[in-house]
């Protein structure tokens, strides 16, 4: 800057050179480009908040939500559940002896009724042939259990017929025995029936009442859940698919992850006590 005086007042003239640089936008000069797509990206990553701190940071809250749900499903299965099932042994169509621990390694579905009865049993049976159809085409194979409570006239050979000739789920597994076989049954699982009198037996021609309640078993042998004849066939087969689906998940998850984090994250494994037998 030259200064310079005349007549008492004084003033400045800026060089031309520098009244250029001053006069250039910032980032002009010849030392300071303009900022590119690539710096500010690369100031953008050296920012706290980077796109891998938010991912890590996403994940823990994930997790922490896997951990919630986790242990809330398993409260719900375990809680309020009944104390059903135990020991039991029958006979198949062919006569050779079925046992309640035969049936494990896989999915189950037992339903106690009669071959006599007029309407309730069949729809029932249709039901679940629907909801077994649905199953596999999904891939969740269960096995349907017929469990006669009329020992007295479904024997063997008239379990065989009925099957054969009916149209249900090809895999039914009928089963009979000695009315005490089949009483230590239905009690392992509640099962509400009549006991025919003597004169009915006599004339073999009689209803029985009973409670009317199909009960899905784990591959383990453990009651899950049960169905009552007012839910639906789409609705049966939902629940039951969900519960396949978690119960498989879990012991997928259980399967790959130390014992400690499995139980921290889905709570002590679900192993009822056995019960005496009935």
Known sequence: RVCMFRFGRAWCRVPRAARALCSSPPGSGSGNSAPTAAGIAARRL?????????????????????????????????????????????QDTEGKTVTSEQLQGQWVLLYFGFTKCPDICPQEMEKVTTVLQWLDGKGQPVLPVFITIDPARDDAARLKHYFAESEFHPRFRALTGSFEQVRRACRAYRVYFTKPTEEELAAGDYLIDHSIISYLLSPEGHFVEYFGKSLSAAEMEKKMSGIITEWEREKWLRGLLPEAVAEMLLGPRDVPQPRAEP
């Open 46 to 90: 050296r920012s706290p908040v980077t796109w891998l701190s938010a991912t890590a940071t996403l994940g823990v809250l994930y997790g922490g939500y896997q951990i919630q749900y986790q242990r809330q499903l398993h409260r719900q299965r375990t809680a309020g559940r009944p104390d059903l099932g135990g020991p039991w042994s029958l």
